[in-house]
């Protein structure tokens, strides 16, 4: 049941990055259109575009970590004896996750203390932008959550989690 929970998540988050990015590309291709062929302004173009690209943003980085996309630097990984760098490994994913936690936690509250400012030129709380943190977050510890799992179920069956 949760496997299949987990494959909606992860359905969803792809249509809903897909759709956010094309609403992002269509306003910000109209503000431009709009600045420089009509010499007009769409003043809410810029605030909506900015909401967008936050949550593009943090959409895109749980299924970047999903999806392995994410950069990272190996070379000193690569040489360690099997132990220590399935050791560093957990210490890496465990001090992302504290991370992620935070950024719950934090984002939480952020949109707590915005849920009453409004945008200036759209009529929405500027906790939506701000709601993009925990949601983000919450996404990005469930992908790692099942990042550990997988590497658990790896060191377990060949005795390590990268083959150097």
């Given at each position: 049941m949760l496997k299949g929970l987990y494959e909606v998540i992860k359905k969803?988050?792809?249509y809903i990055l897909a759709?956010?990015?094309v609403v992002l590309f269509f306003v910000v291709t109209t503000g431009v259109i709009y600045r420089y062929v009509?010499?007009?302004?769409?003043?809410?173009?810029?605030e909506l575009s900015i909401l967008l690209y936050i949550w593009v943003t943090f959409?895109?980085?749980s299924i970047a970590i999903?999806?392995?996309?994410?950069?990272?630097?190996?070379?000193?990984?690569d040489v360690l004896p099997k132990k220590i760098r399935n050791a560093v490994l957990l210490?890496?994913?465990?001090?992302?996750?504290?991370i992620f936690i935070l950024g719950v936690y934090y984002g939480i509250e952020i949109v707590g203390r915005?849920?009453?400012q409004m945008f200036e030129t759209i009529p929405i709380s500027r906790a939506w932008t701000y709601s993009a943190l925990p949601v983000g977050m919450t996404l990005l510890a469930l992908h790692l959550l099942v990042l550990i799992i997988k590497d658990y179920q790896t060191i377990k069956k060949n005795g390590t989690i990268v083959e150097p």
């Open positions: 969803l988050e792809n759709v956010l990015g009509f010499q007009m302004q769409l003043t809410w173009s810029y959409i895109g980085a999903r999806e392995g996309g994410h950069v990272e630097i190996t070379i000193l990984i210490i890496k994913n465990v001090l992302l996750m504290v915005t849920s009453r």
